[in-house]
């Protein structure tokens, strides 16, 4: 029976993604927190992503609380007698929903993600 070298074959798997996020990372400060311990700063392309990720599930969040207002408002109004008046009504909030989510992807700002990351999270 043949071994297999693991450290070997983690390597191979491991490498390009380390390659790949070092190439996103420009530069991370880490700075002294009273309160944490620490701060992680990481400034480039990493940062931009997490921080539009985070904007769009708080913005996503905002958006379903109003939309299920919205729907409770027109239940209460009579205005969604039917299955299909519902049914129109869910497929325009989801198509709303996308819309946004498309705008935030395309969201380019420069960015930094900091504050609650853990440097031995990133291994850095």
């Not at 701060?39 to 997490?50: R, V």
């Not at 708080?58 to 209460?76: F, G, H, M």
């Not at 299955?83 to 819309?99: G, M, P, T």
Request: include cysteine.
């Amino acid at each position: 029976m043949a071994t297999v070298d693991m450290s070997k074959v983690d390597a191979e798997y491991r490498d390009p993604f380390y390659a790949l996020i070092q190439g996103m990372i420009q530069k991370v400060v880490i700075a002294p927190n009273p309160v944490r311990g620490v701060d992680l700063m990481i400034h480039g392309p990493l940062a931009t992503i997490l921080a539009t990720l985070e904007a769009w599930q708080r913005e996503e969040d905002r958006l379903t609380e109003t939309y299920k207002q919205e729907y409770l408002e027109r239940c209460a109004a009579g205005d969604l007698k039917t299955d299909a008046e519902e049914a129109a009504f869910i497929e325009r909030v989801n198509a709303e929903l996308e819309s946004k989510r498309r705008s935030f992807e395309r969201l380019q700002v420069s960015v930094v993600a900091g504050a609650g990351f853990e440097p031995a999270t990133f291994r850095l």
